[in-house]
């Protein structure tokens, strides 16, 4: 087994280390060697013996381009479970089982990919697995807080359908988001520190609708990622995070308490509702400033000979005002976005500035907005403008950086529960 790679890292290109415990959910980490490899990243698979019992060496051989192995007698001479670790940007494992949380929480090193935890010296990330009674049992609880303790990331299990005909908490959180939170660990933008611990967070994420008829709505570009970028990023840093999402497509967030919605009025009621027990709570979320006066209950026709027909619009409810001048706690920290362009009359700057002082919320988070920045990209820049005057500004970079810049002024501001 040559631990040299075939493709050595270029710019933006990861080394990663994919580790597989022995549960039933192996199978699902062939889909995130794809999601990984798809990005162009360089990924070794690491798996235990008994997760080569659920899939086989060749298949993940041929995923990953590599030769696999779980021993580290393989090719002793090239020192395997140093130089792995040595050499790799970030390490993810999936499903981390109770088994391989506990071996990695008490240095057990009976194994390639055990052996290999304790010398990377790279971020961590673990996705357990497994059923709710394991999950909550003290032992596993005490094992996540020691890993936590030590600056790994342990991506909270999502709820839903386990082995056999059981449901709850403890299914492996979907691909798609187990890729986010390694991608959001080795970009550096996650927190030395869960700084958020003990606190409940709300944010709104993605794009409302207001029909016309069956068929049209008033709607945005939305994509809901940097509201989801927020809540991933909230979770990392210990928070509950409640999750409000208009019409968003994007997989769960694990750890987060998700509520669909679609428009303004399901948003509105959606956000008071969580804002009465929260901390702080994040208005990332496209909102309608208008909507029709009167919604056709059958399709309009388009019919030769006749006019378009003239739609009569009234405003949307302003929910970040309601929610800045009516806080629903004591102290609570109210953050808003706003998508902006300049024009002749003022800056985007100019634009948020009146807003921050208009909406009467505690921070601003403001962005140009256009065909080819903001929505529906993964990338986002801002200036992040607070209710005292100050202005940070967030250079071009992934949205998972601009939201944990938001939550770094979050925590200087909220007040944290006696006790």
Same mark, same amino acid.
């Given at each position: 087994?040559?631990?040299?790679?075939?493709?050595?890292?270029?710019?933006?290109?990861?080394?990663?280390?994919?580790?597989?415990?022995?549960?039933?959910?192996?199978?699902?980490?062939?889909?995130?060697?794809?999601?990984?490899?798809?990005?162009?990243?360089?990924?070794?698979?690491?798996?235990?013996?008994?997760?080569?019992?659920?899939?086989?060496?060749?298949?993940?051989?041929?995923?990953?381009?590599?030769?696999?192995?779980?021993?580290?007698?393989?090719?002793?001479?090239?020192?395997?479970?140093?130089?792995?670790?040595?050499?790799?940007?970030?390490?993810?494992?999936?499903?981390?089982?109770?088994?391989?949380?506990?071996?990695?929480?008490?240095?057990?090193?009976?194994?390639?990919?055990?052996?290999?935890?304790?010398?990377?010296?790279?971020?961590?990330?673990?996705?357990?697995?497994?059923?709710?009674?394991?999950?909550?049992?003290?032992?596993?609880?005490?094992?996540?807080?020691?890993?936590?303790?030590?600056?790994?990331?342990?991506?909270?299990?999502?709820?839903?359908?386990?082995?056999?005909?059981?449901?709850?908490?403890?299914?492996?959180?979907?691909?798609?988001?187990?890729?986010?939170?390694? %991608? @959001?660990? &080795?970009?550096?933008? +996650?927190?030395? #520190?869960?700084?958020?611990? *003990?606190?409940?967070? =709300?944010?709104? $994420?993605?794009?409302?609708?207001?029909? %016309? @008829?069956? &068929?049209?709505?008033? +709607?945005?570009? #939305?994509?809901?990622?940097? *509201?989801?970028?927020? =809540?991933?990023? $909230?979770?990392?840093?210990?928070?509950?995070?409640?999750? &409000?999402?208009?019409?968003?497509?994007?997989?769960?967030?694990?750890?987060?308490?998700?509520?669909?919605?679609?428009?303004?009025?399901?948003?509105?009621?959606?956000?008071?509702?969580?804002?009465?027990?929260?901390?702080?709570?994040?208005?990332?979320?496209?909102?309608?400033?208008?909507?029709?006066?009167?919604?056709?209950?059958?399709?309009?026709?388009?019919?030769?000979?006749?006019?378009?027909?003239?739609?009569?619009?009234?405003?949307?409810?302003?929910?970040?005002?309601?929610?800045?001048?009516?806080?629903?706690?004591?102290?609570?920290?109210?953050?808003?976005?706003?998508?902006?362009?300049?024009?002749?009359?003022?800056?985007?700057?100019?634009?948020?500035?009146?807003?921050?002082?208009?909406?009467?919320?505690?921070?601003?988070?403001?962005?140009?907005?256009?065909?080819?920045?903001?929505?529906?990209?993964?990338?986002?820049?801002?200036?992040?403008?607070?209710?005292?005057?100050?202005?940070?500004?967030?250079?071009?970079?992934?949205?998972?950086?601009?939201?944990?810049?938001?939550?770094?002024?979050?925590?200087?501001?909220?007040?944290?529960?006696?006790?």
């Amino acid at each position: 087994m040559s631990l040299t790679s075939d493709a050595p890292g270029g710019p933006g290109r990861l080394r990663v280390l994919l580790g597989v415990s022995g549960g039933i959910a192996a199978y699902k980490a062939c889909e995130v060697l794809r999601r990984l490899s798809e990005r162009g990243h360089d990924v070794r698979v690491l798996p235990t013996e008994s997760a080569l019992r659920f899939v086989g060496e060749p298949t993940w051989a041929a995923l990953s381009g590599h030769p696999v192995s779980t021993s580290v007698f393989d090719d002793v001479h090239q020192v395997p479970h140093v130089a792995l670790g040595q050499d790799a940007d970030v390490v993810v494992v999936v499903p981390a089982t109770a088994d391989l949380l506990a071996r990695a929480a008490t240095g057990r090193a009976d194994d390639l990919l055990t052996s290999t935890l304790l010398t990377a010296r790279c971020p961590v990330v673990f996705a357990p697995a497994m059923h709710t009674e394991m999950w909550e049992h003290p032992a596993v609880v005490a094992n996540v807080a020691t890993l936590r303790a030590r600056g790994n990331v342990v991506i909270e299990p999502a709820v839903g359908r386990l082995t056999g005909a059981d449901s709850g908490k403890g299914r492996l959180p979907e691909p798609e988001s187990i890729v986010d939170a390694a %991608l @959001d660990a &080795v970009s550096g933008a +996650g927190p030395g #520190s869960p700084d958020l611990a *003990g606190l409940h967070v =709300a944010v709104s $994420a993605g794009g409302t609708r207001e029909y %016309l @008829d069956p &068929v049209r709505f008033i +709607g945005n570009r #939305s994509s809901g990622r940097q *509201g989801y970028a927020l =809540a991933r990023a $909230a979770v990392s840093r210990g928070a509950r995070v409640t999750l &409000v999402a208009a019409n968003v497509t994007l997989a769960d967030v694990a750890g987060a308490d998700m509520v669909r919605v679609e428009s303004v009025a399901e948003l509105r009621e959606a956000m008071l509702k969580s804002a009465s027990t929260a901390d702080a709570v994040v208005m990332a979320a496209a909102v309608s400033d208008f909507r029709p006066r009167a919604t056709q209950g059958t399709k309009i026709k388009k019919t030769a000979g006749t006019d378009a027909p003239s739609i009569e619009l009234e405003r949307t409810e302003d929910i970040l005002a309601e929610l800045s001048q009516t806080r629903r706690k004591p102290g609570q920290v109210v953050v808003g976005f706003a998508a902006e362009t300049g024009d002749s009359t003022g800056s985007v700057l100019d634009y948020g500035r009146s807003k921050l002082a208009a909406k009467g919320c505690d921070l601003l988070v403001v962005n140009e907005v256009g065909r080819d920045r903001g929505f529906e990209s993964e990338e986002n820049e801002a200036v992040i403008l607070g209710s005292d005057g100050s202005s940070t500004e967030v250079p071009y970079g992934p949205k998972s950086v601009l939201a944990h810049a938001v939550w770094d002024r979050v925590v200087t501001l909220v007040e944290r529960p006696a006790g």
